[in-house]
């Protein structure tokens, strides 16, 4: 089964100190050594000066230029999306989150740039801030037929089946935690 970009770019720096002896800190540290601004020169830079592979080069660059403009860990990256005109949203992920937790110590919270993956032995369900007055709950219930509330995901995003638009924390009642708890049985 094909990966996602997301499961690519995780497994390439998981691998990072194997296939090259140094991790990802490491690396990024070597990089700005060389006190270079552009991508594709700090790309050249570690091929040529120290051997990595082009790949493993490119990954280096990205996240040596992101610098400080990246949250630094998974509390970062929730704490980013739900900044500024979305921070009254917090309380809905919360809530989603404290509710999915109790479905067993499985359940794996993985936070990327625009949402929040939830895992057991594969993604079961989403939360993404999609608007400053709305979270989005994408769920993969396939073969369930789509209701008012628990719509077709559509274009909303192909990694799940459904979607559930959440407006208030009260909304994360007994129906979306069943409809989460079903997807996370069969994950």
């Known amino acids: 089964?094909?990966?996602?970009?997301?499961?690519?770019l995780e497994s390439m720096i998981r691998n990072l100190e194997e296939k090259t002896?140094?991790?990802?800190?490491?690396w990024i540290k070597i990089a700005k050594s060389g006190k270079l601004a552009?991508?594709?020169e700090l790309v050249k830079f570690l091929k040529t000066e120290h051997g990595v592979t082009h790949g493993y080069a490119n990954l280096i660059a990205q996240k040596t230029l992101q610098g400080d403009a990246e949250p630094a860990g998974d509390a970062g990256l929730v704490a980013a999306q739900y900044a500024g005109d979305k921070a009254?949203?917090?309380?809905?992920?919360?809530?989603?989150?404290?509710a999915v937790t109790k479905f067993g110590g499985d359940v794996e919270v993985s936070p990327k740039k625009a949402y929040v993956s939830l895992r057991?032995?594969?993604?079961?369900a989403i939360v993404q801030p999609t608007t400053k007055t709305?979270?989005?709950?994408?769920?993969?219930?396939?073969?369930?037929?789509?209701?008012?509330r628990l719509e077709a995901s559509g274009s909303f995003n192909a990694m799940v089946s459904h979607r559930v638009r959440v407006s208030d924390k009260k909304e994360v009642d007994k129906a979306l935690i069943a409809?989460?708890?079903?997807?996370?049985?069969?994950?």
């Open 21 to 26: 002896g140094k991790t990802l800190p490491q």
């Open 38 to 40: 552009k991508h594709g």
């Open 88 to 98: 009254p949203l917090r309380p809905i992920y919360d809530a989603v989150i404290a």
């Open 179 to 187: 409809w989460l708890k079903q997807a996370y049985e069969v994950s």
């Open 120 to 124: 057991r032995n594969k993604q079961f």
């Open 1 to 8: 089964m094909a990966k996602s970009p997301e499961e690519m």
């Open 134 to 148: 709305r979270v989005d709950v994408g769920i993969n219930l396939k073969g369930t037929q789509p209701t008012d």
